[in-house]
């Protein structure tokens, strides 16, 4: 079984975010570097199907500038065979079809059974790379999953809906997963693992023999919402807060109106 | 990096280029991961059962050791024919300072992977590694170090316990009681220190399960509750000779050696410690309204926070310079051969006063850390439902565990002066010269076009002030100077804060221009306030040493050294603290991670 699961690395979000010159992206100085939260998810369900399923492999795959590797490491030293570096310089400025065409191309003669995404990344949060990608290669595609298993060609996987309804959907390979919170729980990658993940082959591939599609869309500026104003904290006797909050009410609300 | 390695102790008396320094910035991203994998660990499996370990429940230790050895984190040092990683000092030094934040489990691991595991990685025979090796890395056995008697803490060759070997010739019996045994309490194996016929002190390695070896009960502890710390008790133990470990007779290489590391390994350990409970100050600051409003916006608290802030830079900085040199003198030995440990054993050595600095240095700025961070909390620093009143609880060990500080203060001149007599470092041309420096004024002006040219300074003056002191204790107490602690103490505090400064200022020098310009002129704040620290530090002790050295003109004239050699321009001192501070609460964390 031929596996893909696609990555991507995102800044740590507990950083401290301030928006770059250009006010279409945020200030990447400074930041540290992390997995995709998501995306780790798929690595983990990608790592345990290929302990289910004899003889498998799975190919990790990242975009962006060469300290994504380090991120693929991870990957790898949580059980990937090898890597796909896409470098590109620019990614923060692709679009979800843009980014979803780059991958499409590298993986279209590859003939993988399954794809592993995120359900969405943690900085962009478009959430359409996993489907655009299975609709540009003709598979199936399965959103938001958190559950995952499979049997003889055919995976069974469960969706989480809302009012905390669970849909199950059955399909055939070849297939595209998107990963949620709650899938599975990503092992820790091991000491000797990560020694081990040195030797892993990772190759690297410019964007621009890959990139076939335009952008549809750009951001035309990103920002922080405006504070709305501050609570009001009342102080002193009782009776008298209640007439305060009475008058309140009033003059500015359509509440006692 | 230049062909040149830094002999120990020669950081005192030559000039160093940023690029020899490693710093946490030149970590690969193995190392990283390593780093991660480790904190991921402590967070999700041991910091969430903190209380629980605390109230005493070793099961819970114990499961979390086995955890670390399937994650490979209890194999760093052990050798690869035995199952370990056999990777460098940088890396177990920051899988260490990540462990730290696990309280008191943080003390079982170290004292599992450190005195427990290493006396048997470099002193065991293929035969006892064969068997006990791999229970150990793989977090099957905890392991144990028995050296401390209820008669000998600092002085351990004192100890009273006894090997007799048996009529037979087959095994040694064991007589006597070990005291304050981390581990003790579920260690499956224990290296114990005795004496054989009362005269050759030796090591061994012994199962809980021989006949003879009784664990008594656990001590009641200030701090780090959840660590267990017993007696072990030996009733004519009988251990088979087989199980003597290294040579009849030469315990104390063993006793000493592995000090060496466990000592910088603290330093690691505990300057992670610091992080953790800045990070809590600096929380707790944010959230804490007094006067309507953060107490965080307050100048006496975020005086606090930078002056910690740069407190840590200074012990991070430190902590991994000093894995670099070791790794660095390490890599030119041969692996494989006969000798690969005495070599091995040798290289550390070469620089014991720094791993001394480490621990001194670094348990210093957890101390400081700690008692701030209770400050910040007020009150509510004082009572247990905060984490601030464990952390002050939990400190209070690293200053006496591992050699006492004053042991390891006694012990960083020491081992210099030591070298110097051997012709090992020349010391006293050195110091010549530096009395030559003392007689004639200078005009040497400070170049601001150079970074960190006010510290540069600085830091050439106090090595110089160094040599003035030791050379003029040398002069006038010959070889009787080991005598004179008071003495001695004094010229370690200088020569601690002059490795801390400089290990600061090669650091921020090397990575400044990879950083934002923001970034930039945090760095700068922290190099200026950390060096305002040393120089009021070394100069004190520096002051305090004159007095005890020499009298009259003599006197006169060494502190006039003093307060010229000591003297920092610490322009904008205020603005960087605040730069700082407010950064530091901005994005609620530890600013140079």
Redesign the interface.
Same mark, same amino acid.
């Given at each position: 079984m031929n596996i893909l699961v696609c990555i991507k690395q995102v800044p740590d979000m $507990?950083? #401290?975010f301030r928006i770059d010159a250009s006010a279409a992206w945020f *200030?990447t !100085? *400074?930041l540290?570097w992390r997995m995709n939260e998501y995306d780790e998810y798929g690595v983990e369900q990608a790592v345990r199907l290929k302990e289910q399923v004899a003889g498998a492999d799975i190919t990790v795959l990242s975009i962006g500038p060469d300290k994504v =590797? $380090?991120t693929m =490491?991870?990957a790898l !030293?949580m059980g990937c065979d090898r890597g796909v570096h896409i470098t590109d310089s620019d990614v923060s400025r692709r679009d979800p079809a843009e980014i979803a065409g780059i991958i499409a191309e590298y993986a279209r003669d590859k003939n993988f059974d399954m794809i592993f995404t995120g359900m969405q990344s943690q900085d962009r949060g478009s959430g359409q790379v996993g489907v655009l990608l299975a609709e540009m290669l003709s598979c199936a595609a399965v959103t938001t999953i958190v559950d995952f298993s499979y049997r003889e060609g055919r995976i069974e996987v469960k969706r989480e809906l809302e009012g905390g309804i669970r849909a199950s959907v059955a399909l055939n390979i070849p297939a595209l997963v998107t990963c949620q919170l709650g899938l599975n729980k990503p092992r820790?990658?091991?000491?000797?693992?990560?020694?081990k !993940? #040195?030797k892993k082959e990772l190759l690297s591939l410019p964007v621009e023999d890959l990139r076939k599609l335009e952008s549809r869309q750009q951001t035309a500026r990103i920002y922080f919402p405006e504070k709305k104003g501050g609570g009001l904290v009342l102080e002193g006797d009782p009776a008298r807060l209640a007439d305060e909050l009475i008058q309140i009410l009033k003059q500015k609300t359509s509440i006692l109106a | 990096m230049t062909e040149k390695i830094l002999r120990g102790g020669e950081y005192l008396i030559c000039d160093i280029p940023c690029a020899d320094v490693f710093t946490p910035e030149d970590f690969s991203d193995e190392q990283k991961q390593f780093g991660e994998t480790t904190e991921r660990f402590v967070t999700n499996e041991i910091v969430p059962h903190l209380d629980e370990i605390d109230k005493q429940n070793f099961d819970l230790v114990v499961e979390g050791m086995q955890k670390c050895g399937e994650l490979g984190l209890l194999m760093m040092d052990a050798p690869e024919e035995y199952g370990g990683l056999e990777l460098d000092k940088a890396s177990s030094m920051l899988v260490a300072e990540k462990i730290s934040a696990g309280g008191s489990f943080s003390v079982a691991y170290a004292a599992h992977t450190g005195i427990g595991t290493l006396p048997l990685v470099y002193y065991g025979t293929p035969g006892q590694k064969d068997k006990y090796l791999e229970k150990i890395i793989s977090g099957q056995w905890c392991a144990a170090y028995c050296l401390t008697e209820p008669g000998s803490g600092s002085d351990a060759l004192g100890a009273q316990a006894s090997a007799l070997l048996s009529e037979d010739g087959t095994h040694y019996l064991l007589n006597g009681t070990k005291q304050y045994i981390t581990n003790g309490g579920f260690a499956q194996l224990f290296t114990v220190f005795a004496k054989i016929d009362k005269e050759h002190f030796t090591a061994f390695l012994v199962e809980k399960d021989f006949e003879g070896l009784t664990v008594g009960p656990e001590e009641k502890k200030m701090g780090i509750k959840g660590s267990s710390t017993t007696p072990i008790i030996l009733d004519n133990c009988r251990v088979p000779v087989e199980n003597v470990l290294g040579e009849i007779g030469k315990g104390h290489k063993i006793a000493f050696n592995v000090l060496n590391v466990g000592r910088f390994k603290l330093g690691a350990a505990v300057m992670g410690a610091s992080k953790v409970a800045l990070v809590t100050g600096i929380k707790y600051a944010n959230e804490r309204v007094q006067f309507k409003q953060k107490i965080s916006s307050f100048g006496a608290i975020k005086e606090k926070i930078a002056d910690l802030t740069a407190d840590i830079y200074a012990s991070e900085s430190l902590v991994y310079r000093l894995a670099g040199l070791l790794d660095t003198k390490l890599a030119t030995i041969e692996k494989g051969g006969d000798n690969y440990y005495a070599a091995y054993q040798k290289g550390i050595e070469e620089y014991a006063a720094e791993c001394g600095i480490s621990k001194v240095f670094c348990s210093e700025v957890l101390a400081r850390t700690v008692d701030e961070v209770v400050q910040i909390h007020g009150g509510y620093g004082y009572v247990s439902d905060y984490p601030a009143e464990r952390y002050y609880r939990d400190e209070r060990i690293n200053r006496i565990f591992e050699g006492t500080n004053e042991i390891n203060r006694l012990l960083i001149p020491g081992m210099i002066l030591r070298k110097a007599m051997k012709g090992e470092l020349p010391l006293q041309a050195e110091a010549m010269k530096a009395f030559e420096a003392l007689m004639t004024p200078s005009f040497d002006a400070v170049d601001e076009a150079i970074d960190f040219a006010a510290e540069k300074a600085l830091l050439k003056n106090l090595k110089t002030l160094f040599l003035i002191l030791a050379g003029t204790g040398v002069q006038k107490f010959m070889d009787k100077i080991a005598d004179e602690q008071e003495i001695l103490m004094a010229a370690a505090d200088i020569a601690i804060q002059i490795f801390a400064l400089e290990s600061t200022v090669l650091r921020a020098e090397k990575t400044l221009s990879a950083f934002s310009e923001r970034k930039q002129e945090l760095l700068r704040a922290a190099v200026k306030v950390f060096a305002f620290r040393a120089s009021e530090e070394a100069g004190s002790a520096a002051r305090k040493g004159a007095f005890y050295v020499e009298e009259g003109d003599t006197l006169t004239m060494i502190l006039s050294g003093v307060r010229r050699f000591s003297k920092f321009d610490a322009t904008g001192l205020l603005a960087a603290k605040r730069l700082l501070a407010e950064a530091s609460c901005e994005e609620e964390k530890y600013l140079f991670n």
């Amino acid at each position: 079984m031929n596996i893909l699961v696609c990555i991507k690395q995102v800044p740590d979000m $507990e950083s #401290k975010f301030r928006i770059d010159a250009s006010a279409a992206w945020f *200030d990447t !100085a *400074d930041l540290a570097w992390r997995m995709n939260e998501y995306d780790e998810y798929g690595v983990e369900q990608a790592v345990r199907l290929k302990e289910q399923v004899a003889g498998a492999d799975i190919t990790v795959l990242s975009i962006g500038p060469d300290k994504v =590797k $380090e991120t693929m =490491k991870k990957a790898l !030293a949580m059980g990937c065979d090898r890597g796909v570096h896409i470098t590109d310089s620019d990614v923060s400025r692709r679009d979800p079809a843009e980014i979803a065409g780059i991958i499409a191309e590298y993986a279209r003669d590859k003939n993988f059974d399954m794809i592993f995404t995120g359900m969405q990344s943690q900085d962009r949060g478009s959430g359409q790379v996993g489907v655009l990608l299975a609709e540009m290669l003709s598979c199936a595609a399965v959103t938001t999953i958190v559950d995952f298993s499979y049997r003889e060609g055919r995976i069974e996987v469960k969706r989480e809906l809302e009012g905390g309804i669970r849909a199950s959907v059955a399909l055939n390979i070849p297939a595209l997963v998107t990963c949620q919170l709650g899938l599975n729980k990503p092992r820790y990658p091991t000491l000797p693992n990560i020694m081990k !993940a #040195k030797k892993k082959e990772l190759l690297s591939l410019p964007v621009e023999d890959l990139r076939k599609l335009e952008s549809r869309q750009q951001t035309a500026r990103i920002y922080f919402p405006e504070k709305k104003g501050g609570g009001l904290v009342l102080e002193g006797d009782p009776a008298r807060l209640a007439d305060e909050l009475i008058q309140i009410l009033k003059q500015k609300t359509s509440i006692l109106a | 990096m230049t062909e040149k390695i830094l002999r120990g102790g020669e950081y005192l008396i030559c000039d160093i280029p940023c690029a020899d320094v490693f710093t946490p910035e030149d970590f690969s991203d193995e190392q990283k991961q390593f780093g991660e994998t480790t904190e991921r660990f402590v967070t999700n499996e041991i910091v969430p059962h903190l209380d629980e370990i605390d109230k005493q429940n070793f099961d819970l230790v114990v499961e979390g050791m086995q955890k670390c050895g399937e994650l490979g984190l209890l194999m760093m040092d052990a050798p690869e024919e035995y199952g370990g990683l056999e990777l460098d000092k940088a890396s177990s030094m920051l899988v260490a300072e990540k462990i730290s934040a696990g309280g008191s489990f943080s003390v079982a691991y170290a004292a599992h992977t450190g005195i427990g595991t290493l006396p048997l990685v470099y002193y065991g025979t293929p035969g006892q590694k064969d068997k006990y090796l791999e229970k150990i890395i793989s977090g099957q056995w905890c392991a144990a170090y028995c050296l401390t008697e209820p008669g000998s803490g600092s002085d351990a060759l004192g100890a009273q316990a006894s090997a007799l070997l048996s009529e037979d010739g087959t095994h040694y019996l064991l007589n006597g009681t070990k005291q304050y045994i981390t581990n003790g309490g579920f260690a499956q194996l224990f290296t114990v220190f005795a004496k054989i016929d009362k005269e050759h002190f030796t090591a061994f390695l012994v199962e809980k399960d021989f006949e003879g070896l009784t664990v008594g009960p656990e001590e009641k502890k200030m701090g780090i509750k959840g660590s267990s710390t017993t007696p072990i008790i030996l009733d004519n133990c009988r251990v088979p000779v087989e199980n003597v470990l290294g040579e009849i007779g030469k315990g104390h290489k063993i006793a000493f050696n592995v000090l060496n590391v466990g000592r910088f390994k603290l330093g690691a350990a505990v300057m992670g410690a610091s992080k953790v409970a800045l990070v809590t100050g600096i929380k707790y600051a944010n959230e804490r309204v007094q006067f309507k409003q953060k107490i965080s916006s307050f100048g006496a608290i975020k005086e606090k926070i930078a002056d910690l802030t740069a407190d840590i830079y200074a012990s991070e900085s430190l902590v991994y310079r000093l894995a670099g040199l070791l790794d660095t003198k390490l890599a030119t030995i041969e692996k494989g051969g006969d000798n690969y440990y005495a070599a091995y054993q040798k290289g550390i050595e070469e620089y014991a006063a720094e791993c001394g600095i480490s621990k001194v240095f670094c348990s210093e700025v957890l101390a400081r850390t700690v008692d701030e961070v209770v400050q910040i909390h007020g009150g509510y620093g004082y009572v247990s439902d905060y984490p601030a009143e464990r952390y002050y609880r939990d400190e209070r060990i690293n200053r006496i565990f591992e050699g006492t500080n004053e042991i390891n203060r006694l012990l960083i001149p020491g081992m210099i002066l030591r070298k110097a007599m051997k012709g090992e470092l020349p010391l006293q041309a050195e110091a010549m010269k530096a009395f030559e420096a003392l007689m004639t004024p200078s005009f040497d002006a400070v170049d601001e076009a150079i970074d960190f040219a006010a510290e540069k300074a600085l830091l050439k003056n106090l090595k110089t002030l160094f040599l003035i002191l030791a050379g003029t204790g040398v002069q006038k107490f010959m070889d009787k100077i080991a005598d004179e602690q008071e003495i001695l103490m004094a010229a370690a505090d200088i020569a601690i804060q002059i490795f801390a400064l400089e290990s600061t200022v090669l650091r921020a020098e090397k990575t400044l221009s990879a950083f934002s310009e923001r970034k930039q002129e945090l760095l700068r704040a922290a190099v200026k306030v950390f060096a305002f620290r040393a120089s009021e530090e070394a100069g004190s002790a520096a002051r305090k040493g004159a007095f005890y050295v020499e009298e009259g003109d003599t006197l006169t004239m060494i502190l006039s050294g003093v307060r010229r050699f000591s003297k920092f321009d610490a322009t904008g001192l205020l603005a960087a603290k605040r730069l700082l501070a407010e950064a530091s609460c901005e994005e609620e964390k530890y600013l140079f991670n």
